[in-house]
């Protein structure tokens, strides 16, 4: 923003409200300022209620301007000032009220007495301005011993910065002088002698990174390591919990297979009744007197009923040859291999002597006959 | 200083260049700079005043704070002396 124009701006507001000349208005302005200046210049302070304090101080060997703005409060408090300030009369000048001005003399009298001199007690300057807390000397005092000394903190913290600076580049200068003459050739090296050059080899040498410059790494390192032995203890651990479970599981689904094949297994002998006579030793066989000796070497009543099977290996030692009781009891059997208790069971009499009944070709040929049997009857096992 | 003084020093300048005005007229125009500035300072501008300095103002939540920075010359005129 361009500064005359705001000045500018300031007067034809000014001059707008007022209805005075311009040239009066620039000049009261410029007063205005120059009057402040004067007074800093002076090292004299000066307070302006609605604006602030100006003040000099100094900052070692320099002066500064200090400027302590009046506080000022809520929004609200402000708007009530404004109205406060613009009073009875007033004009509405581009949304901006600014009260009336009073008459204006711009007249040149030479009678003294005809000059209205207004009392400054008449003049209530403090309720159209806008009101605002009055600093006391105390405070002002307060406050600028703060800046002052704030100041002169500054001044040194600016002096040493230089030094800090270069001191950290010295540090530095010495760790990367080690990175530096171990990747750089003696022939090649360059002769730090300030820290610029070191600044500007920094920029230079792409193999540096910022972890060679920097000095100090946190001490963490231990903390990982025994953070690295935990890691595999767990691994471990878990490597071994995981397969609990497992195990557990497969040990639990055999048992349950185990239970249900023998459950099956039972169920199934039940019905085709060997279940009942497996045991060939439970049951009992009652002997009758043979008439038929030559066809038929026993006749024999068991008291349950019976697998002819069981049979045959009982009297022949093999249960190969059950075709033979079949035949000689097939009025009896209903098509099946059990026998009914408290039923009358024909042994015949085989040709082959007892001696071969374990003879392969024999039993073989018992094989066969079996299946053939089994086949016309439908006979199921 | 304050207001008061350095409304009269400005009244007897003025009147030292052949301008008569009065008292009140000044403390007007006192008021009026003001508030212009003030004016200008709510719509988030800044006032620079030449070879003075400049104001500025941040508002915060409940109030707000205007800020000055000196000009060059004043400064140098300030450690000239």
């Keep these: ?381 | 200083m304050n207001e008061t003084d350095l409304c009269e020093r400005i009244k007897d300048k003025l009147e030292q260049q052949g301008i008569d005005i009065s008292m009140s007229d000044i403390k007007d125009l006192y008021i009026n700079t003001l508030s212009s500035i003030e004016e200008v300072l709510k719509d988030e501008q800044s006032v620079d005043v030449s070879n003075f300095g400049s104001f500025w103002r941040k508002d915060g939540e409940s109030s707000s704070l205007t800020f000055f920075k000196p000009a060059e010359a004043l400064v140098e005129k300030i450690n000239s002396r």
């Design chain 1, 1 to 381: 923003m361009d500064k005359h124009k705001d000045q500018k701006k300031l007067v034809k507001v000014i001059t707008q409200s007022m209805g005075l000349p311009q040239t009066t208005v620039e000049l009261f302005i410029e007063l205005f300022f120059s009057e402040i200046e004067e007074s800093l210049v002076n090292e004299e302070s000066i307070n302006l209620e609605g604006l602030g304090i100006f003040r000099t101080i100094k900052s070692g060997n320099a002066k500064k301007v200090l400027f302590l703005a009046s506080k000022k409060g809520n929004k609200q408090e402000a708007v009530k000032s404004k109205d406060s300030f613009i009073g009875k009369d007033t004009i509405k000048t581009e949304d901006k009220t600014i009260p009336r001005p009073a008459s204006i003399s711009t007249v040149k009298t030479n009678d003294v007495s005809e000059r209205k001199s207004i009392p400054l007690s008449d003049i209530n300057i403090n309720k159209t301005v806008e009101k605002s807390k009055p600093i006391s000397k105390e405070e002002e005092r307060k406050t600028v011993n703060l800046i002052e000394n704030q100041a002169e903190q500054k001044n040194t913290v600016e002096t040493d910065t230089k030094a800090i600076l270069n001191n950290k580049i010295v540090v530095d200068s010495k760790i990367i002088d080690k990175s530096i003459n171990d990747k750089i050739d003696d022939s090649n090296s360059t002769k730090i002698t300030q820290p610029s050059d070191l600044l500007i080899q920094e920029k230079k040498d792409n193999n540096l990174s910022e972890s060679n410059i920097e000095v100090k790494k946190p001490e963490r390192v231990p903390e990982k390591k025994q953070q690295k032995t935990h890691p595999v203890v767990k691994k471990e651990q878990k490597k071994t919990s995981g397969f609990l479970p497992i195990i557990i599981a497969i040990f639990l689904i055999l048992a349950i297979a185990g239970v249900g094949y023998l459950f099956f297994y039972q169920t199934s002998q039940n019905n085709s009744g060997l279940g009942a006579s497996n045991n060939i030793n439970d049951v009992k066989f009652e002997q009758l007197v043979v008439e038929d000796s030559l066809n038929y070497s026993y006749m024999i009543i068991p008291n349950k009923d019976v697998s002819i099977l069981e049979v045959s290996k009982k009297y022949y030692g093999n249960e190969v040859f059950w075709p033979y009781i079949y035949i000689s009891n097939e009025n009896s059997m209903n098509n099946s291999i059990i026998a009914t208790g408290n039923s009358i069971i024909k042994i015949p009499r085989l040709s082959f002597d007892l001696a071969s009944y374990n003879n392969g070709s024999f039993i073989n040929a018992a094989k066969t006959f079996g299946e053939e049997i089994a086949k016309s009857k439908d006979i199921k096992f």
